[in-house]
């Protein structure tokens, strides 16, 4: 089964235990993943080009996720995690050619929309980094 989710760590929204066990949050279905690479390219006459890839890690991606229909505790609490990591990376388990890969993302951004009183939904897109 295809996994595609986020840990928030026991101490990514406040200052608990950074030894105990997080929460994880699973994204909805119809997450989309856009990839591409980086490449130079150089251009001469009659049409002759050459390309070589930009560097060590030249696969770019970008996930757009949702989390619809959720309860405002979950949606506040995803939220703050995000907050709390601005600008820092964090980890998000996907589903890559049938195994699951753990991979550094960072999200820039994130949209709240408030359905109802107690019912939110919040939309991000992770951009993959590569760090140790």
């Known amino acids: 089964m295809a996994v595609y989710s986020f840990k928030i760590p026991q101490n990514g929204i406040s200052n608990g235990d950074p030894g105990a066990s997080g929460e994880n949050i699973t994204v909805d279905r119809g997450m989309s993943r856009q990839s591409t690479h980086r490449v130079l390219t150089s251009k001469f006459g009659d049409g002759y080009e050459q390309r070589v890839l930009d560097g060590i890690n030249t696969k770019n991606e970008q996930f757009s996720i949702t989390l619809n229909n959720r309860t405002r505790e979950e949606i506040n609490k995803v939220a703050r995690f995000l907050d709390n990591y601005a ?44 760090e140790p």
């Open 87 to 130: 600008g820092k990376a964090f980890e998000f388990t996907i589903t890559n050619h049938n195994a699951d890969e753990v991979i550094k993302v960072v999200a820039d951004s994130y949209n709240l929309v408030y359905i109802h009183t107690e019912i939110h939904s919040l939309q991000t897109t992770f951009r993959r980094v590569y």
